[in-house]
């Protein structure tokens, strides 16, 4: 397997949090499949801290070697679910509120639409909207990747023993695979612009089939990814300092600024200028 870069290391405070983050990219292999690098974390903070996690257009693993985490759909505290040992939540089009006591570790694998489907090996409908126990996620051999990933000495160790536990849970890529692949990395080439008539025009099939492959391949269907993406698209322009709402509407394929409006409410639960604040906040560490 090929070897990947070195881990980079930062260090630093967001709000009342101290974070030390660790993050390197994934092998040769795995890299169509992961979206971005693995990233460790540990987190401390002096008291209870809840963070509202916004969609984004990929699957999200957590392997948690810490407390766990406790996770509320669309901030509704009575509607708790938490895992020991991490999850997997699929994509979906509702934010979620994480809740812990003031320490939390481990390490985010950020997954492509297909790369959750392959290394999962389930249809993406049944995990679309839900948050699946990392137990439930993993074969069987793999039950302990956290126990062994914490107990590593260092995450350039913990980095290797994820490679090698995904690469072995990687399924084989059929034909359905290929195609909703390719049509994934269309949607994502266009920001989230392309028009669903204009996908099943090259795909060469109806509307209809091109959904009911959507839904087993990624989970959700064609359209609510687009506007995932774009979406998605616009929390990085906020974080890069952005410009005005009109001028994003406008360069990101928005109707108009009341179109943006919508979709931040919808996405969000607040005004693009509540999101806004907690975008930059969050993304302070990393910039």
Same mark, same amino acid.
């Given at each position: 397997?090929?070897?990947?870069?070195?881990?980079?290391?930062?260090?630093?405070?967001?709000?009342?949090?101290?974070?030390?983050?660790?993050?390197?990219?994934?092998?040769?292999?795995?890299?169509?499949?992961?979206? +971005?690098?693995?990233?460790?974390?540990?987190?401390?903070?002096?008291?209870?801290?809840?963070?509202?996690?916004?969609?984004?257009?990929?699957?999200?693993?957590?392997?948690?070697?810490?407390?766990?985490?406790?996770?509320?759909?669309?901030?509704?505290?009575?509607?708790?679910?938490?895992?020991?040992?991490?999850?997997?939540?699929?994509?979906?089009?509702?934010?979620?509120?994480?809740?812990?006591?003031?320490?939390?570790? +481990?390490?985010?694998?950020?997954?492509?639409?297909?790369?959750?489907?392959?290394?999962?090996?389930?249809?993406?409908?049944?995990?679309?909207?839900?948050?699946?126990?990392? +137990?439930?996620?993993?074969?069987?051999?793999?039950?302990?990747?956290?126990?062994?990933?914490?107990?590593?000495?260092?995450?350039?160790?913990?980095?290797?023993?994820?490679?090698?536990?995904?690469?072995?849970?990687?399924?084989?890529?059929?034909?359905?695979?290929?195609?909703?692949?390719?049509?994934?990395?269309?949607?994502?080439?266009?920001?989230?612009?392309?028009?669903?008539?204009?996908?099943?025009?090259?795909?060469?099939?109806?509307?209809?089939?091109?959904?009911?492959?959507?839904?087993?391949?990624?989970?959700?269907?064609?359209?609510?990814?687009?506007?995932?993406?774009?979406?998605?698209?616009?929390?990085?322009?906020?974080?890069?300092?952005?410009?005005?709402?009109?001028?994003?509407?406008?360069?990101?394929?928005?109707?108009?600024?009341?179109?943006?409006?919508?979709?931040?409410?919808?996405?969000?639960?607040?005004?693009?200028?509540?999101?806004?604040?907690?975008?930059?906040?969050?993304?302070?560490?990393?910039?």
């Amino acid at each position: 397997m090929a070897p990947s870069p070195g881990v980079r290391r930062l260090q630093g405070i967001t709000g009342a949090s101290r974070w030390d983050v660790a993050m390197r990219a994934p092998s040769t292999r795995l890299r169509p499949f992961v979206h +971005g690098d693995y990233t460790g974390y540990t987190e401390w903070a002096p008291s209870i801290t809840r963070r509202r996690e916004f969609p984004v257009p990929f699957a999200i693993m957590v392997i948690e070697f810490g407390p766990p985490l406790r996770l509320m759909e669309r901030g509704d505290g009575r509607l708790v679910t938490s895992h020991r040992g991490g999850f997997v939540g699929g994509l979906c089009e509702d934010f979620v509120v994480c809740e812990h006591d003031g320490f939390q570790q +481990g390490v985010q694998v950020n997954l492509t639409p297909i790369g959750a489907r392959l290394l999962l090996g389930l249809p993406m409908s049944e995990v679309s909207g839900c948050i699946m126990p990392i +137990g439930d996620a993993l074969p069987v051999r793999h039950r302990r990747l956290g126990e062994r990933l914490r107990e590593a000495p260092d995450w350039e160790r913990r980095f290797d023993l994820l490679d090698d536990a995904l690469a072995d849970c990687l399924h084989e890529a059929n034909d359905r695979t290929r195609v909703v692949s390719w049509a994934v990395r269309r949607i994502e080439e266009s920001g989230g612009t392309l028009s669903m008539r204009t996908l099943a025009r090259e795909l060469g099939y109806s509307g209809k089939h091109v959904i009911a492959m959507f839904r087993e391949q990624v989970g959700i269907p064609p359209k609510l990814l687009a506007r995932i993406v774009r979406f998605h698209r616009l929390v990085l322009r906020v974080r890069s300092g952005g410009a005005s709402w009109s001028g994003l509407a406008a360069d990101l394929g928005f109707y108009d600024q009341a179109h943006l409006v919508r979709e931040v409410r919808q996405f969000t639960g607040l005004t693009p200028t509540e999101a806004r604040g907690m975008v930059a906040d969050i993304a302070s560490l990393l910039a």
